[in-house]
């Protein structure tokens, strides 16, 4: 029987569950959704008709405030989807030790067919319909940017929320993913695709784990294998290109392609901009069927696209070593004993692809201390480091060449200071997931050995509460 998503959130929980030694109640108190918020609200289109749109804010836990997580906007979503990304939001902002509960929200509209002046005005109702019922604020719930949305989207969201409260000082910390010159941090646009980069680095680098998969250790020269060209792909193909991978294989929903020799991430891109579909690109082979992308031989599959891609249906086919589930819910939880048992690493979403949030929360960050990482330390470190440099030039009688003088004087940025933050952030959960996994009898994957972890720590901050003793 095929289950909905958030059933399938819902059964991988319990799974974890079973490991764990703490009582029905709490359990339960964790595992629900708190508030579901379904609204419809009317917007003039661009004929200046009237169209009912249906939306959705749904908070799943609120253990920790704000609660966090973005907004999709898509024509087939529903209630069901929302809370199985609102649930997993909880437990992926725990897993990488971002303070915040889950939320998610989503908007039934197709952001490819509609104008942009009726995504704004989508946009700015919707916003206006999450402050009227208190859904959104620095403090009580923070959207953010997912399938469908961008910078775009959250600096209209947050001009709305401003403009309505006036002269409150955090207003920026409203929602996350905002242009860099309306309160957003350096980072952000890249921080999903470059986590999973981090992410699959580390996985990669433990030399036993590779070596039972027949592969050697380190990411360079993996052949992968990537669904889906968006924001988050994009980068995950960047970032792994650039740490020495071989994309063999890029699919979208028109379609896919396929070099053994490896593609250039950046000429597929453009190619796709240019025609309108990844198909005909010089020098590869066209995949008609773009589901017979993840089929392919490879290292590394990487679904960048939705949910339920590797199911019951096609999972004895897979043929990667390892999965990075940089989407949120590509594999069901129907398919992952069938790739556990073809010895295939699952790399859980709630884990893989927490980059969003993580640097999420240094933008919040920033927003509630009003100053940009590094804006004071930057120039005492380069000063420092020029003095100990000339020292050592003096005691040595040698001089640096200006190449190693930048690198060596050079003071953290903003930009620095995320991506420093986001390695750290990845690679610390990576090895807490990784030791639970390995010390847990019986425990049957990465992703039950990743809810242990994050059940663990909601749980200990219900007991620090006080709720339950
Ligand atoms: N939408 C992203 C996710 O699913 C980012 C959420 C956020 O930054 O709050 O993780």
Redesign the pocket.
Known sequence: MAHSFYQDVMRNFEKATKFLPYSEGLMATIKECNSVYKMSFPVKDDEGKIQLIEAYRVEHSHHKLPT???IRYADNVDQDEVMA?AA??TF?CAVVDVPFGGA?GAVKINSRTTSVPMLERVTRRYAMELIKKNFIGPGID?????YGTGPREMSWIVDTYSSIKDGELDALGCV??KPVGQGGIQGRTEA?GLGVFYGMREVCNFEEDMTALGLTKGIEGKTTVIQGLGNVGYHTAKFFAEGGAKIVAIAEYEGAIYNENGLDYEAVFQHRKATGSLLNFPGATNLENSNAALELECDILIPAALENQITAENASRIKAKMIGEAA?GPVSADAEPILAQKGIIVVPDMYL??G??T??YFEWLKNLSHVRFGRLTKRFEENSANDILKMVEEMTGKKATDVQRKTIIQGAGEKDLVYSGLEETMINAYHEIRHTYKSTQGCPDLRTAAFMVAVKKIATSYELLGIFP
């Open positions: 966090k997580g973005g990304l997993l939001m992926k998610k923070v959207p953010a940017p997912d996350t993913g999903t949120n692809n927490a969003g949030v640097v999420s």
